[in-house]
């Protein structure tokens, strides 16, 4: 347990001396709290979101990665039917370790009502953490 705290702190490159990191790793306090700071710290921002949601959306083969923008209509401007937006909705499930319930599946219509839904549930679920 130790080498594995010691490996947290190594990589947050916290630099103290062997004594001091010692009495840091025996102190739970502060390993909760290095803890928390590293799930907190990897939060993802609406920004970061668009822009994986819509690097996702241009992989989809069966699109034309030119005309993919944050309000590029799935149906409309990709001209994607009803199966391609299925998988595109689990890449997107897939992506971001949630799941999109059919009935808001059928509401996200481009790039940015995706990232809005998912930094919804990402918001969520820091809550529910906390």
Known sequence: MQSIRYSILKHMKIRVPNTTT?????????MEKLSRHLCTSTDTSSDEIVDRVIGLVKKFDRIDACKVTETADFQKDLSLDSLDRV?????????????????????????A???RYIASQVEENKEEKH
């Open 113 to 115: 009502d995706v990232a």
């Open 22 to 30: 010692q009495l840091l790793i025996k102190d739970e306090n502060i």
């Open 87 to 111: 998988e595109l909705v689990m890449a997107f499930e897939q992506e971001f370790s949630i799941e999109i319930p059919d009935e808001k599946a059928d509401k996200l219509t481009c790039c």
